[in-house]
């Protein structure tokens, strides 16, 4: 089976400081959800693996997160895109918890799930926690200079042997090949 995990904000959609507490703030990044459905017909099972904190600290609530992801997937069903499953880590960083991004633990646990060699498995993020949370769990970690990308290679530190692209589309085309 090949499997590919991706961040949802900064990766699939426009990120924002504010946090995605609204369907109406959800905005896809161009070029992605056409690179969501290249995945999926190319055998690729796509899993979205996102820290949510915006639901520990109150911001938004489960109805609300369930309408912004139910978005998402309104949104790539005309490009004959799906995701397969979405994980995610309500907690805020002071909560110090096992699935939140930099920690391994949703990215293990999907592999788990889908009885993945985390080794063969792309995992795509903006940013250098999605990048450590790959790279802890043996995940092949890939950066997007989307959303926080650029920032994120400008302050260096990426785990060995991370792959840079412009944006999903062009990740896709790499990882896909």
Not at 7 to 16: L, P, Q
Not at 18 to 28: G, M
Not at 89 to 107: I, L, S, W, Y
Not at 110 to 134: C, H, K, Y
Request: glycine share 10%.
């Amino acid at each position: 089976m090949k499997l590919v995990i991706l961040d949802r904000d900064g990766v699939i959609n426009e990120d924002s400081e504010r946090f995605i507490k609204r369907p109406d703030e959800w905005t896809p990044i161009p070029g992605s959800l056409a690179a969501v459905a290249r995945f999926n017909h190319s055998g690729y099972r796509v899993v979205v693996a996102t820290n949510q904190s915006g639901l520990g600290r109150g911001l938004l609530d489960m109805g609300l997160l369930n309408a912004i992801n139910a978005k998402m997937y309104e949104a790539l069903a005309p490009w004959g895109g799906r995701v397969d499953a979405l994980f995610y880590c309500p907690h805020p960083a002071e909560a110090n918890c096992a699935c939140r991004k930099p920690r391994p633990g949703m990215v293990v646990e999907i592999g788990q799930r889908f009885n993945a060699d985390l080794s063969e498995v792309p995992m795509v993020g903006d940013s250098l926690r999605d990048l450590q949370a790959a790279a802890a769990a043996g995940a092949r970690p890939v950066l997007v200079l989307t959303g926080k990308g650029r920032q994120t290679l400008a302050a260096g530190g990426l785990p060995p042997a991370t792959a840079v692209y412009e944006d999903l589309a062009e990740a896709a085309a790499a990882i896909i090949g």
